[in-house]
């Protein structure tokens, strides 16, 4: 059975972009008669699994969805020109060219189909002096034109088209989707037979046209978010007996039973003399169709087989583990079950570095060392997600321990690498089941994978704040709009004048009040959105140089720096030109936290050089706090070391901080870098860090952050009062 277990990036956002808004209608393009993807019923409505995926999509942010259905080819030029904005299609090299995927939303693999089932079987490889009908601008034609086949290639408006071609004798042979083919083939009762074992699997994914990349990110984030909250999976089981083929059914083949026996019992009512020979004629016909019926209820029963398991590991399948599981709680409501959710994490690698069939003999080998564990139930997902359900409390030492070992590939001995996402003794509510227990599951193997350790254990502490799902929102919908700033006073010990500020940045929320940096920050830095208020920092920073007059009276502001900015190559040239400015590159400081530096320390070390070779001058923010050191950051073009607060505010009374603050000020001097302390909130503490020849201090005892009027109004004030008693450093 295909399937699709995509890892959460647990990021749960519902969002729109910034830069381009999400549009409403959000417009879908798709073919007219694709089933059981999308189709268009007798009435004109579209219908299929994807309609459905497309409408959830949009149901979860409130937009109105769009649906046109048309000739195959038209629905991709439709999303090209923008008459349309997504479609649904299988993913290649040379649609990767023109379209931008999300993550793959169903696998589709490809058939042979002839009138024939006694043609020799065929592979898409030898198709020579063949006839062959295909899906015009499908997939099929793409492939097969790639790879120059010496068939002749007969294209149709779609795949209903391509398998009537072979019924007609137009082409020898239809090369087309076979969850579609099948489908067709058994509503339409075409004679057509498949002549081929599946091939080319590819993922089927939702796609906009290069050049969106706002839409793509939002669209990328509603496919998890559909994941996360399990509404994918109630969509895939309405849609599996459409997708996945069922056999006939016994009614079926009782059916035809009568059929046939009803004749010959009225014929039998014509005389005496026929009835002998019409009871053998029976007799037989019957011990016929038992043979075919005790033939068709095994092959039902290895469908239902299929149905329920992965083919590869022959482990229960992600609803059939679900089902059991529920099974077991409804069984026993008093019992709380433990579930470990195991991922691969390297299948795509080992796809990369040796091949498809190694990364699955790889899945099969450890399906087989799941099921030799000590365990209730076991599950494979597919993709690579595996299950377990026990009756006591899962460790996840133990379970890594267990499961960490060389797997033999043929030739290839190779370790599985794994993250474990944990849930012990759930305590489900009313009306919880398996379904929550999995949720749960999933959500610890997310973090577990964005946290590179080996396993989690679920808590609610995991579960995504809806405050910060509403700031997230919010941010991506008005950007910067609710956000001000505020400048921090920096005092120089030798002038005891203030020429420097620091740029402080403070989101007033309509619905939730002042927000604090510390609760914001993390999460843009996790979604990646940083470096947009970075930009919106510089203007703003820039713009009150200029109104105020400071900027020409060389007053200097420094502002935070997030890591990943320096990754960005749009944010760095944007500041290259700002510096541009006489007045910026004298004014424009800029604050990189320790731990940045060595992120990516051949990059950040280009980047940096890039920048003050432009004019930037760089601060260790929060110095001390990382794992570099001084003799690290003397390679980097880092002028001024920022003593972290939590070193400062109490070193009076911890002989420790004592010491690392007065050391590094020494060291600091001796690499040629001038040194603030920040967090001075008494004159006691001031006195110190003076002694220790500081250069420069921030904290309340000088000033708290300030309003560009407040700071104008603080820059006129005479410090001489509130610095009386405080004894000049000594040189």
Known sequence: MASLAMAM???MTSSVSLAAPTPSPLVFSGSDDYPPFQWLDDSGEPRGFVIDLQNAIADQQNLEAEHRLMNWDRAIKAVETGEADVVALFVSEEREERFDFTAPIYHVAHGIYASSPDMIQKNPDDLSSMRVAVVEGGYAQNRLIENQTQGELIPQEDIISALLAVAEGHADIALVAS????????????????????FWPRAYAFAVSQGRDDLHAWLEEQVGLLQAKGTYFEIHADWLSEMEWQPSTWRDHLRTLALIALPLVLLGIGGYLWSWLLRRQVSRKTRLLSRELETRRSLQNELQYRVEHDMLTGLPNRNAFITKLDGLIEAEPDW?????LIQLVNLEQLITAFSYQVAQALQKAFGRLMASQDGLLFGDFGSGLFAIATRK?????????????????????????????IVNEANLA??????????????????????HRRWV??????????????????????GTRDMFLEYQPKLDIETRQVRDAEALIRWRHPTLGIVPPGRFIPMLEQAGLTHWITRWVIEETSSMLERTGLGARGFRVSLNLAPQDLMEPELVDFIIQRLASPMLACSLWLEITETGFIRDASRTRDVLSKLHDAGARFSVDDFGTGYSSLSYMSEFPVDEAKIDKSFVGDMLTNERHLIIVRSTIALAHELGLTVTAEGVEDKETLQAVIAMNC?????????????????LSFLDRDLANDLSGVVTRQT
Do not use: W
């Not at 997230?472 to 919908?477: I, P, T, V």
């Open 9 to 11: 990036a647990m990021t």
């Open 179 to 198: 969850h579609t083919a099948r489908h067709v083939i058994a509503e339409e009762a075409l004679d057509i037979h498949q002549v081929s074992p599946p």
């Open 336 to 340: 709380s079950p433990s579930v470990a």
């Open 393 to 421: 409390p899962l460790e996840g030492n133990d379970i890594v321990r267990r499961l960490t070992e060389p797997l033999t590939l043929g030739a290839v001995d190779l370790d599985p690498m794994f993250v474990v996402g």
């Open 430 to 451: 009313e009306g919880d089941g398996a379904d929550e227990v999995i949720r749960c599951g999933v959500l610890a193997v997310s973090v577990a994978r964005e946290s």
């Open 457 to 478: 254990t679920y808590s609610t502490d995991l579960e995504p704040d809806i405050d910060d799902l509403l700031l997230l929102q919010d941010f991506r919908r008005h």
């Open 695 to 711: 250069d420069t201090v921030q904290g309340f005892f000088i000033s708290r952050p300030l309003g560009e009027e407040s700071l």
